[in-house]
């Protein structure tokens, strides 16, 4: 009896054993099932989902203007404070002054991509763009600003 | 290149000699040089070979785990072990300030030498073997047990306890296991008749062992395969560096170009054991002969001899490498129990049935 | 980045006379050597981690630049992936960890947390404000927490860095700082 | 049980014991000096048998801290919450529930370790999460920390 | 490596290690002074607070919409669900429901993080054991359900997908589609988990009778998730106290008794199998209408104190709120489960090898900034 469970139980290990070989033997056989896909080779054809958070960005229009109006609700959204607005007055052409962002500071080393900032945004000025290629050696070039040089509210944005 | 293969290797050793002595007078110097060459030409055969079982071991661990593995540096990443190599050597090499020093550095020298003088018996091909000593299978298993010499000496002097229990882990193991590879190791002798491995080699013309011996050989095999992969400290029987446990066990403080040579030692111990299991059992350089077909084994033959010992070795590595990216790894307690329980028992009653297959002559 | 990419072996081939020899500068070779056998200390705090593991996974696959031999132990390892925030109770030990390594070791800061704090940057109490105030930093990666192909641009990041090394650890160029 | 059923068994035991059903559960206010007394028989009594504490925490009131213990029972599926409130802020001490509830050694410790509550009788009362030398107990309302940065 | 590397004899002759904060068997920066006697355990003590983040006062400061996003940062593994928890714990502040439709997404995306939770863990159990390939296997259909996640929250681990009310965008018109491909494929792989780990004789011995585990000191240490159902003790919230439309779906509650290491791995990998059981129910028949209810942009929650408990893939996670009224909670408090799973370890692995040790932290499944949050 003891002679029988004891080779009972070898035959039951090995056959396990032997199970498992075979799942990683189908794999070494079957190089079809490599799953890498090769990433700086693939650049060209990598293309991240739409709604992926890479980094926020402040889409401008051709003429260098873009529609963010300094309303600073993005700022106030943001959980960490990672954006910073800094608005300047704006002598408008009828003589009456008005808020208009002198820059958008964008802190992309402490975004957490939560995307508060943008469903906050009421004229939809700033977006989450698909990058993700932003590794740097200096910490400094990390803190953008977002508004181009010289650029200023599209038309009709309030 | 076949036929730079086939040609005896014996012929080029007695030209070496004879050119040697006629420019030589001293008998002495004679034999240090020829040592020297030996030394050296195993040494040049030894980093390409580790070089090759390194990426080897690489591209099998990702095919099996449906990866692509090493493929950027040099052709299809065949250079990544060089380049490895290349950085461990230049590393910062880190000796512990509390550890003892002496035997800190020792220790890998050792597992490196005792690794490499076991392929002293080794007959890589017909006629090619470096020292074909009358006890070859003897000074084989003896001379590898000294290796855990080296890997308790690690663990011990490194002041590190994660290095200690690693140390007196691979201890316990490769004291045990070493009775298990000794019990299949006789198997073969016993059925041969002699220690030497030219012999054991010329024995399996008419067929290798593995064939011959009916099931108990295979027996033989199969526990030859698990132990020696537990003398060489691989998956699934890595107790002595068990990363998860121990982070790297008893090479836990070593670095740069010592690390490297637990390295090599490692990979020239998996070659090693492989060869002999090579040789035992599937009939090192001697070709696939089936009995008395004098064509097929006139065919066999012409494929050569280093070929067939080299394919058989990788076989076997193959399997070694499989297990460790297939199993978990064992338990301190449970490893022994294998040993002790399963693996010793079997292979004592086996040999006894290899003893009675022997002296009745029912092999063929 | 391209060009070295392409770079099989460090070694410029010079026509002799009587055919070509190999020609290679120490410096090459080294770098060479050191940025394709970045072996990673096994070293996550958290989130990042995780996508730590990914870039190790068979979709992403680091193996094939070389830098799947992720040590245990920082004896063995030349760069440490900081990946995860760090406190003040674990600063110590990073920088514990770092001081073990031997040289040449490189750090990656991966994630918003590792670079500057991150999410908890305000209003914590125990969160440094920035790893790069324990260990030096060679690539930073922002990101909460970066994609695996993010990673692996930090390393090829990194590995240019690395190739405009001397042995004696000084930049060669200015694109290399 | 039901609410009710709940605090009439527990007047029948302690009469001190006032209650507060604003919130989602049935909230026992007591005093520090009964506490043990009073979850024993909560634990124990199989009419309650409060096997499970899922949640034992504290809240800094500036003029006082409340602990607050959550209570489940696997049998009868109930649930409560008992608060004890320590009125001494300079030397807020209680007694360890830790032989009751194996889980509220560690919570305790959080505890002490964030508000500096000691409890009594604690089989081993250090620091949990941050390091033994810190100054300070972060959580308390008046905790300032000259590193803080706040948005 | 260990923080205090040199070697220390007690005077009892007790070998004490230090497994450590960082160790690749901790999954995490968790800190355990383990008193050896040869290999077995004498006595284990945990030393936590190497990923304290200060989450719990930093939420103090924060207004209500954004103290959530810190929470997936937590358990980052379950990161979905512990947003899902703290939308809930809001939104029974403001007494409203998030609309059917996002209930139903969130539990499709809860299960999601669970299915995907799990097969880390599995991954991470063989790699812990010594065996690397399940890994492999593992993160392959992982990174399937990453995909989902990507494709509709634009994320893959910490998504901050709920938000109080609903959730913060409709599903990815993609979503069904993708969905029952990937469920497709993971249902078909559970046969290849069977053979390539839990079969094997070696996990079996490393596992079974290890980490014992009875059902009094699993409730009385709190444990909670899939570590308590293998001590058979039923603990699963989403049966007990339905959140989110749970009741309305078909799934079993798994239990077990067997209450060690193995019975924990086999409740998990029956757990899957539950997920992809729910999310199949629910895929075809996710209700039309909005996604997130009406909040105000401010939201005060009334003074109150706010308690919920939801089902991650660990355990119960109770989020416990103190208002005052003002538009950041007074006080808040995360009842994590890995925290009171880890209160366990000692208690079982006390009288084990290391290699044990390593088996039950694996079936325990910590993660440790939950923990120490």
């Known amino acids: 009896m003891f002679l029988k469970d004891y080779f009972v139980t070898i035959y039951k290990s090995v056959g396990s054993l032997l199970k498992g070989m075979k799942v990683t033997g189908y794999y070494f056989t079957h190089p079809k099932e490599i799953q890498t896909q090769e990433y700086p080779d693939n650049r060209a054809t990598l293309q991240m989902f739409d709604r992926f958070k890479g980094e926020v960005v402040m889409p401008h229009d051709e003429n260098n203007e873009h529609r963010c109006t300094g309303c600073q609700a993005c700022e106030i959204a943001c959980p960490n404070g990672t954006i910073k607005i800094i608005t300047k007055q704006e002598l408008q052409p009828d003589g009456k002054k008005k808020k208009a962002i002198d820059t958008f500071v964008y802190h992309l080393e402490l975004c957490t991509m939560c995307n508060m900032c943008v469903t906050a945004c009421p004229s939809d000025a700033i977006k989450m763009a698909q990058t993700f290629e932003h590794s740097v050696y200096d910490k400094r070039q990390l803190k953008k600003v977002l508004n181009a040089p010289g650029s200023k509210l599209m038309e009709g944005v309030e | 290149m076949a036929l730079f293969l086939t040609i005896s290797f014996s012929s080029i050793a007695t030209g070496i000699h004879t050119w040697l002595a006629g420019t030589m007078q001293n008998e002495m110097l004679v034999k240090i040089t020829e040592m020297a060459i030996a030394g050296i030409s195993l040494l040049l055969f030894l980093v390409p070979l580790c070089f090759f079982l390194g990426y080897m071991e690489r591209k099998v661990a990702a095919f099996m785990q449906i990866r692509l593995g090493p493929n950027r540096v040099g052709p299809k990443g065949s250079l990544q072990i060089v380049a490895d190599t290349i950085k461990l050597l230049l590393k910062e090499g880190l000796t512990p300030t509390a550890s003892d020093k002496f035997l800190f550095n020792l220790a890998p020298m050792i597992v490196v030498v005792t690794s490499m003088l076991v392929m002293a018996p080794i007959a890589f091909a017909k006629d090619f073997q470096i020292w074909d000593l009358s006890i070859g299978v003897l000074y084989v298993s003896s001379v590898s047990s000294i290796a855990v010499i080296g890997i308790l000496m690690a663990g011990w002097s490194s002041y590190n306890k994660y290095s200690l229990l690693g140390a007196m882990r691979s201890g316990a193991q490769i004291v045990s296991y070493e009775l298990s590879v000794g019990l299949s190791l006789i198997s073969i002798v016993i059925l041969t008749g002699s220690l030497r491995m030219s012999d054991i080699v010329m024995s399996q013309e008419n067929g290798w062992w593995i064939f011959k011996g009916h099931i108990p050989v295979l027996i033989s095999f199969v526990i030859f395969v698990i132990a020696s992969t537990a003398e060489i400290n691989r998956a699934p029987f890595d107790l002595a560096e068990a990363e998860q446990e121990l982070t790297a066990g008893f090479h836990t403080e070593y670095s740069g170009m010592k690390f490297a040579m637990f390295l090599l030692a490692e990979y020239i111990n998996l070659f090693v054991v492989s060869a002999i299991g090579a040789t035992l059992f599937l009939g090192g350089w001697m070709p696939f002969h089936i009995g008395h077909w004098e064509a097929f084994n006139h065919i066999m033959d012409f494929i050569p001899s280093s070929l067939w010992f080299f394919g058989k070795t990788f076989a076997i590595i193959f399997i070694i490498m499989q297990f460790r990216w297939t199993f978990p790894r064992l338990r301190v307690d449970q490893l022994l129990t294998l040993e002790w329980k399963y693996l010793l028992p079997i292979s004592m009653v086996n040999v006894l049935f290899v003893t009675v297959m022997a002296i009745m002559g029912w092999h063929f | 980045m391209a060009e070295t990419e392409k770079m099989i072996f460090p070694a410029q081939l010079h026509q002799t006379a009587d055919g070509g020899i190999v020609v290679s500068k120490l410096d090459d070779m080294i770098n060479w050597a050191r940025s394709n056998s970045l072996w990673p200390l096994v070293f996550g705090t958290s989130c990042c981690a995780i996508e730590m593991m990914s870039a190790a996974d068979a979709k992403y696959d680091w193996s094939r630049f070389g830098f799947e031999v992720a040590r245990a132990t920082p004896r063995q390892a030349d760069l440490i992936i900081v990946a995860g925030t760090i406190v003040m109770k674990m600063a110590p030990v990073l920088k514990r960890l770092y001081d073990q390594m031997p040289d040449p070791k490189y750090v990656i800061a991966m994630g918003a947390c590792t670079i500057s704090g991150g999410p908890f940057f305000y209003n914590t109490y125990s969160v440094v404000k920035g790893v790069d105030h324990v260990i030096p930093v060679d690539v930073y990666i922002p990101g909460c927490p970066p994609r695996p192909e993010a990673l692996l641009h930090a390393m090829i990041t990194l590995q240019e860095k690395i190739k405009h090394e001397t042995y004696f650890g000084k930049a060669k160029t200015e694109e290399g700082k | ?151 | 490596m260990s923080l205090l590397g040199e070697p220390e004899l007690t005077e009892e002759g007790e070998f004490v290690i230090n497994i450590g904060p960082q160790h690749p068997s901790t999954h995490g920066v968790l800190h355990l002074k383990v008193w050896l006697d040869g290999e077995t355990i004498k006595k284990i003590q945990p030393h936590l607070g190497y990923i304290h983040r200060s989450i719990e006062k930093m939420s103090e400061s924060l207004s209500y919409r954004n103290f959530i996003y810190a929470t997936s940062r937590m358990d980052y593994l379950s990161a979905h669900i512990n947003n899902q928890a703290c939308a809930l714990t809001v939104e029974k502040g403001l007494q409203i429901e998030a609309p059917p439709r996002a209930q139903a997404i969130r539990i499709l995306m809860a299960e999601l993080t669970r299915l995907s939770s799990h097969q880390l863990w599995w991954g991470c159990t063989g790699l812990d054991l010594g065996a690397v390939t399940p890994f492999f296997y593992a993160f392959r259909e992982r990174e399937l359900i990453m995909e989902i996640m990507e494709e509709t929250c634009g994320a893959r681990l910490t998504q901050n997908y709920s938000v109080p009310g609903g959730v913060m965008y409709d599903v990815h018109p993609n979503f069904q589609n993708r969905v029952k491909d990937v469920m497709k494929q993971v249902k078909s792989r559970f046969r290849e988990y069977e053979e390539a780990l839990t079969g094997n004789v070696i996990f079996e011995q490393r596992t079974k009778g290890v980490g014992y585990l009875s059902a009094e000191d699993a409730i009385s240490f709190g444990c909670t998730g899939p570590t308590a159902r293998a001590s058979g003790v039923s603990c699963d919230i989403r049966k007990w106290f339905p959140y989110d439309g749970y009741d309305k779906l078909q799934f079993d509650e798994i239990i077990m008794t067997g209450g060690d290491s193995y019975t924990r791995y086999m409740v998990r990998m029956e757990e899957m199998k539950q997920s992809v059981a729910i999310i199949e129910q629910l895929i075809d028949n996710i209700p039309e209408g909005d996604f997130q209810a009406k909040t105000k942009m401010v939201i005060k929650l009334p003074k109150g104190e706010f308690y919920q408990r939801v089902e991650t893939a660990r355990g119960e996670l109770g989020v416990y709120i103190v208002s005052d009224g003002a538009a950041s909670p007074y006080r808040i408090k995360y009842r994590s489960p890995n925290f009171s799973n880890l209160s366990a370890l000692s208690h079982m692995a006390t009288g084990a090898k290391i290699g044990d040790l390593v088996a039950i932290m694996a079936t325990i499944d910590l993660v440790i900034p939950d923990v120490d949050r």
């Not at chain 4, 029972?73 to 009125?87: D, F, G, L, Y």
Request: charged share 25%; proline share 3%; aromatic share 12%.
């Open chain 4, 1 to 151: 049980m039901t609410n009710e059923e709940i605090k009439t068994a527990v007047s029948a035991l302690f009469p001190s014991v006032t209650y507060d059903e604003t919130g989602e559960f049935l909230t026992l206010l007591i005093t520090p000096a009964e506490i043990r007394s009073v979850m024993k028989a909560l634990r124990y009594n199989t009419e309650f048998s409060f096997d499970y504490m899922f949640c034992l925490t504290c809240i800094d009131w500036k003029t006082h801290f409340m602990m607050v213990y959550h209570l489940l029972s696997k049998t009868h599926r109930h649930n409560i919450v008992v608060k004890a409130k320590i009125a001494d802020v300079n030397k807020p001490e209680i007694e360890t529930l830790c032989d009751i509830w194996q889980t509220a050694n560690f919570h305790e410790r959080e505890v002490y370790d964030l508000f500096g509550i000691r409890f009594l009788n604690h089989p081993d009362l250090r620091r949990l999460l941050l390091d033994e030398g810190w100054d300070g107990y972060p959580l308390r309302k008046n905790y300032v920390d000259e590193n803080m940065i706040s948005l």
